[in-house]
């Protein structure tokens, strides 16, 4: 795996006042960002039930978060993301148990690994950056990210990149601290779990990724597929139906 960082971050449902309280913390908007995502998988799901999450977006290339040691069912999760195409497609064989591939490229090892696009979406992004008061000037700031996908659904994310794993506690507390002083998104969070919560399926403790959503309103057989860790298709452990 080539040299990355290590991404701890954590979703938070952003209220009408956040952009607002952004400011009053110290924070700077970056950059405004339009952008298309679109996420690759083989007809199993083979990569996504493995989290690994293979995705072209516009203006950046191909990307693949590899999941870090944070189970998923934590309220922070940690991702290498790997964007230098020979360490993907190492990674992509490695994980689809394919013999390794020429270099040729992410585009040229999709047919032959079964890979086809499986969602797209375009998202709008609010990027700010954010150094918590009181803290070292020096300090790495929090990156916060405020998107609108066009299916309609807005989140936000508050990321902390590390080189280590020894450093993951450290942003872990600050994102923590961060999410509080944000603290109006949990409420929200709650009425908004209420509201696409289906009998039967775990609760989250965060808010879902764009994806999921989009996978939910548009794929809600492989959304529950992944839910459930079968592959579409497989009869779920426990589904007597034929
Ligand atoms: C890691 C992951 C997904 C891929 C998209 O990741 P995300 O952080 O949502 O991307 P984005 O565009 O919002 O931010 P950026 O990459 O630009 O910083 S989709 C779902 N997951 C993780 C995951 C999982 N494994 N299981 C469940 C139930 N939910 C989420």
Known sequence: MDQALIEVERKFIPGPGTEEQLQELGGILEHQVTFRDSYYDTPELSLMRADYWLRQRE????????????GVSKPHQEYVELTAEPGIVAQLCEVLGAE??????????????????????????????????????????????????????????????????????????????????????????????????????????????????????????????LLRGHSPGEKPQGDERS
Request: with cysteine; aromatic share 8%; hydrophobic share 40%.
């Open 100 to 225: 390794a591939l020429g270099a040729g490229g992410v585009a040229a090892v999709l047919g032959p690994l079964g890979l086809r696009e499986v969602a797209s979406f375009v998202t709008k992004r609010s990027a700010w950056k954010l150094v918590l008061p009181g803290a070292d000037e020096e300090e790495r700031p929090l990156r916060v990210d405020l998107d609108t996908a066009d299916f309609g659904y807005t989140v936000g994310e508050i990321e902390a990149l590390v080189h280590q794993k020894a450093e993951v506690p450290a942003a872990l507390e600050k994102i923590r601290s961060l999410s509080s002083m944000l603290g109006e998104g949990d409420r929200q969070f709650c009425a908004f779990l209420s509201f696409i919560i289906h009998p039967g399926v775990p609760v989250q403790e965060t808010p879902p990724a764009k994806l999921m959503v989009y996978l939910q309103r548009f794929r809600p057989q492989d959304y529950q597929c």
């Open 59 to 70: 203006g950046s290339g191909w990307e693949l978060k590899c999941p870090g040691t944070a």
